[in-house]
């Protein structure tokens, strides 16, 4: 099987002032990876002439294919083009075709054509043009000593337009690729060492072109394999039957057999059973209902919610005691339970879930230490109540208090689907 | 004034395969640049011994300081640590103290200790532990020949603490750095191009040793004066004396005159004010009292809302009238209008906010598409709506909708509170 490798060269000091935060990378990587082209690396310089060369330099010495972002638009600071001339030892001509894209964009934009807007259209001479239907700047092919060198804009959409309509076109009609096949699965309420331990076996007996990889995130874990191989065929068969062995040693923590997020998985079980859910969120705040509701169609499985944070809200829209309150504070098992009765009760849903708790930095005490967390699930019939701690600061309690009520809820409904039938 | 350089060394084939998009360089870069270090490169590299070794080698020739994240995780895959012995010729040993922190995670959060853990109290000998008070991986500082290496762990909470309670204020202390001073102000409702107009003189006329920069984000747009020099008292007043000069240019899209969130400018107004405020969200689905409950001490302005995702709950919590809605529709003025109001009567806040409108990819029609929003604020007696439109995806579509949101909610909070002086 002969390897691809690449290496991503994005170029701009707002990379390294840690302005921008590079998601074109992530993006590139991808779509090689799905090809079968390997990225090796991944090096950021600023917008100077002599890092640049250097980073080409060193990068050709290993990689295949080099992809460039970024230094392509009409200001001083972009010297990706002039760079490129003097790597490839090429004169700048003006290129017809980029230069009636650049027109026809400020036509349609009805804006003035100035002679520094001219200049997108301007090329090194010996490279093939790869037209970009998003933007003024042309992406550029060239080739020299086997390494392939694409200079793309770094504005992301037309990067992505380049990357899919031209670039990962243009590399499979190029190169003899190998097949790489992924499977991957989602698992919450385990960390990574235990993990590890329990799936240590099918991890050492995993054939050399299928590797496993932990991807941890927040309290979940996902798994994934990845398959490499000349024949596809074959080689998904293989990940298949790895994947189906994998399944049964971690069935007790997965969440998703599919590479999905968790709020993912809920929405989808609760639209599997046609069911609708509610939330009374105290300490998190509306973070859980903002994590269901970004996801497209939500509507069809999320009803709405109330943010009870102040205990006059608990009181006045869920119908929580003044008592309970009075004698069991806010952050209490009472209080919680009122909490996802009145919410399931005010907003008529199948399924509810409630938090209330302390995430800091201030309002902790001896007996209720900040990080101390109350969940509840409930259906029209019944409530689960359970007490958490979690010991981070204020914005990853948050997260993570909304993650154990996400995984709580879809236990709940598991359990009481699967009585109902 | 000497120059400090420093680069990044991100390692982790997540990173290679885009699985994971890399925050971390980018907040790393910002704390070094805030302490005078210039980051010239960053190198991210996989889980591979020669390539992490190729990395150290390369950046160490023109770099002072190198961090390295990632690859310290308890699994196979994370070899950080031994490559690090390697490099540095060195032995790896136990260490008490990072032992401890170990046992004592697992203590308090009930798991059972399993070896594979305490390998994460194992470092190479020759270096000095940088507490990790968030995780069980200990941050490490090495010396070698004039460059400051210093690996830390890839968990962004994880790492973000270490940075900010160990790694800078020891650089700090070793480093002979030049004075960095920032000023930046906030600014809301203009574009980077027609703010780079309004102050163009200004920008031209600042002396070679103060920056601007731009740092947008989302519809807000961050001005930055960086001015660096040996002399920091001079420095100082110098860069004080330009933002005195740059703010009335700006006055009537400025938001802070401080490096604050939207959040945190509008928590800080009611909070000087001793008001509350409410929220009604269909379309934000929660986020905009995320947002807000995000900041440490939000009970005191912030009493609670209601995610009125279904219109039966729009009815039932908030009352708006089933006329209203079958007549102009959810995403309407009169339905925004009726929630604000109904959320301000219930939750009984001296302010509130409400949003309505479609998000997408679904939901469109040709008289309401995709992107449509209304938004209301109101106080007790007046409420004042207004019609937007976003062309994004889902997500942008609703961060876009929260922060116009807050934008609105603070003019409105200003205005009020301007008229009852």
């Known amino acids: 099987m002969k390897e691809v490798n690449a290496s991503i060269i994005t170029i701009g000091d707002e990379l390294l002032i840690g302005q921008t935060i590079d998601t074109n990378s992530a993006f590139i990587a991808q779509e090689l990876n799905k090809i079968g082209i390997w990225v090796k690396r991944r090096v950021a310089v600023g917008d100077v002439k002599d890092e640049i060369l250097t980073a080409l330099k060193e ?24 760079v490129l001339c003097e790597y490839f030892n090429s004169g700048m001509i003006i290129n017809e075709e980029a230069l009636q894209n650049v027109k026809a964009i400020f036509t ?73 096949v992924h499977r991957t699965l989602l698992t919450g309420g385990i960390g990574e060492s235990m993990l590890a331990d329990a799936i240590q076996d099918f991890e050492n007996n995993l054939p050399p072109h299928i590797k496993l990889a932990y991807l941890p995130s927040y309290g979940l874990v996902r798994l994934r394999l990845t398959g490499r191989s000349d024949n596809t065929e074959l080689v998904e068969k293989e990940v ?34 046609k069911k609708t859910v509610a939330t009374a969120e105290s300490c998190t705040g509306g973070y859980i209902a903002h994590l ?35 004698q069991f504070g806010a952050v209490s098992e009472q209080t919680v339970t009122e909490m996802v009765q009145g919410v399931i009760r005010e907003i008529d849903a199948d399924y509810a879930v409630a938090t209330s708790g302390i995430m800091g930095p201030d309002g902790g005490s001896t007996e209720k230490p900040v990080g101390t967390v109350w969940i509840a699930v409930a259906n029209k019939e019944k409530v689960k109540a359970g007490k958490y701690f979690f010991r981070f600061d204020r914005r990853r309690n948050i997260e993570m208090t909304a993650q154990t009520a996400l995984i709580l809820l879809r236990r709940w409904v598991l359990e009481q689907e699967a009585g109902n039938h």
Chains 1, 2 share one sequence.
């Open 108 to 180: 349609k934009l009805n804006r003035p054509l100035i002679q520094r807007n001219l200049k997108q259209a301007e090329v090194p001479d010996n490279c093939f043009i790869l037209p970009n239907l998003r933007g003024t700047a042309p992406g550029m092919w060239f080739e020299k000593e086997e390494v392939i060198y694409i200079s793309l804009p770094g504005v992301p959409h037309e990067m992505k337009g380049l990357m899919q309509h031209s670039v990962i076109p243009k590399l499979k009609e190029k190169l003899i690729l190998p097949a790489v």
């Open 240 to 273: 298949e039957g790895q994947f189906k062995k994998l399944k049964p040693l971690v069935i007790e923590w997965m969440i998703a057999d599919a590479d999905v997020s968790l709020e993912e998985a809920v929405s989808e079980l609760l639209k599997a059973k």
């Open 59 to 82: 990068q050709s010495k290993d990689c295949q294919v080099i992809i460039i972002t970024g230094g392509l638009g009409p200001t001083a600071d972009d010297i990706t083009k002039p």
């Open 292 to 326: 269901i509701t970004s996801r497209r169609g939500s509507s069809a499985i999320y009803k709405g919610g109330v943010v009870s944070y102040a205990n006059e809200v608990k009181e006045n829209m869920l119908g929580v005691r003044a008592e309970t309150l009075q």
